[in-house]
């Protein structure tokens, strides 16, 4: 009931700083938890960072937490990835996935996007 589509990616030095995008769209798009998760050829998905529906709970994976932040605003149905700091480890095809469920419960997330690649160089 919901389409993701991500943008914001691109090519950066290392310390360098991108935002990645993904707005949703379909009914209660508003509603629903959020998340990145990110991929490098060869490697097993890695999950990135959660933001509930209203913003108020937040997670993030180990390798990125003092260093990225999700947010949203749920009036453009967005979600939002800074990435700060940014290394060669970064480098990955980088997906939006969104679920109506409480995020406390969610293990497989529902809905994703076609990703957005992101190249680190050093």
């Known amino acids: 009931q919901v389409e993701l589509q991500e943008s914001g990616g691109g090519v950066v030095q290392h310390g360098g700083s991108l935002r990645l995008s993904c707005v949703a769209s379909g009914r209660a798009a508003s509603s629903y938890a959020m998340a990145w998760f990110r991929q490098a050829p060869g490697k097993d998905r890695e999950f990135v960072a959660a933001c509930s529906w209203n913003g108020g709970s937040k997670y993030y994976g180990d390798s990125v937490r003092d260093r990225f932040t999700i947010s949203r605003d749920n009036a453009k149905n967005t979600a939002y990835l800074q990435m700060n700091n940014l290394k060669p480890e970064d480098t990955a095809v980088y997906y939006c996935?969104?679920?109506?469920?409480?995020?406390?419960?969610?293990?497989?997330?529902?809905?994703w996007g076609r990703g957005t690649q992101v190249t680190v160089y050093s």
């Open positions: 996935a969104a679920d109506q469920r409480n995020i406390a419960t969610i293990s497989a997330w529902d809905f």
